[in-house]
């Protein structure tokens, strides 16, 4: 035993110069990181900040900025397909032709928001609402029947049709809350990184028409109804490139990831030629998901101080910017008449992109 201790004093000594030295090494680094931002501290500018912020303060203000924008947007989206043409006839059988997709129209929109400037190290809040609406149908006829339906249910459907019709409308709603600090990094550049969160409400329905009146007159008509209502986080980093003369260009990412539940309502009815209608399909389907969005933005701004001793400030910006939500198109499409419950389920994005053109006022 004795022994044994003896072998072990050389081992704690070791340890203990060891950890000595570690304690010191660790002292060290500390007063060198001290030191380090001593000198950061010496190097600030004359507001007191080492990054000082970037924001446009307005003399004697109270620190709020309104700002509004017209929206001039285009929506684009998967699975809104509602026919297809056939150029064979020869063989009925036989699926050759083109896709018939329903296209959004370009539509106005608009986004409000109220901002702000908090009294601590340059921070700020913006409180922002986004809406857009937008509608197309589109339509196809032939004869002798060519049509093949791409959203009607084999059950009790005709194999053509000489007309098919599609419409689709779309309710976008965004509301936006983040806190960030806009600050140099250089004389011609800011940055403004952010956090904050996001609400989202959508409707999309969209509806086909199918009519077949050759030796019977056959009408199917079907409803898909996609509702997603959720929120979650959102984070992103806003930046100015200046040019003198209070121009400047901006670019801006945000990326959000929202948690909620989407909805969807498909029914469909079929009229055959005797005047009798039965409802062929009707399905109700809701559950919980998470959505992944990316916003991106960028143009060129102005910037203006006006007013008695600079009591007010103005900005127009010009920009192109677009937002889209990933895994969006989730309608129920039942393919197989031999099993009615059988069904597949899109899987598409949705998008709206165009051209922004904002006014600011702070006060």
Known sequence: MKNGLKKLWPALAAFTTLASVTCSADDMQMRNLENRVCALEQRRGANGMINPPARPVVRDGIDLWAQVEALYMHATEDGLAYAIRNTNLDVPITVDGNVKNVKYNWNWGFRAGLGYNLPHDGWDVLLNWTRFRSHKKASEKHTPANLLATQASPAGANAFFNTAKGASSLHFNLLDFEMGREFF????????????????????????????????????????????????????????????????????????????????????????????????????????????????????????????????????QLGWEQTSMFGFDKDLNFVNADAPGKYTQNSGDLAISGVSLQFRFDF
């Open 185 to 316: 990094v250089s004389k011609w550049l800011t940055l403004r990184p952010f956090v904050g969160v996001r609400a989202s409400w959508l409707n999309r329905n969209f509806q086909t028409r199918y009519v077949f009146n050759e030796f019977a007159n056959i009408r199917i008509k079907g409803h898909d109804h996609n509702r997603f209502r959720g929120a979650g986080l959102r984070a992103g980093l806003d930046t100015q490139w200046g040019l003198g003369c209070g121009w400047s260009f901006f670019g801006d990412l945000a990326l959000s990831l929202i948690y909620g539940t989407q909805r969807l309502h498909s029914h469909q009815d079929t009229t055959f030629s005797n005047g009798s209608k039965f409802r062929t399909q009707h399905a109700h389907d809701h559950w919980l998901t998470a959505r992944g969005m990316l916003d991106l933005a960028a143009g060129i701004r102005w910037d203006h101080l006006l007013g008695n001793c600079d009591a007010y400030r103005i900005r127009i």
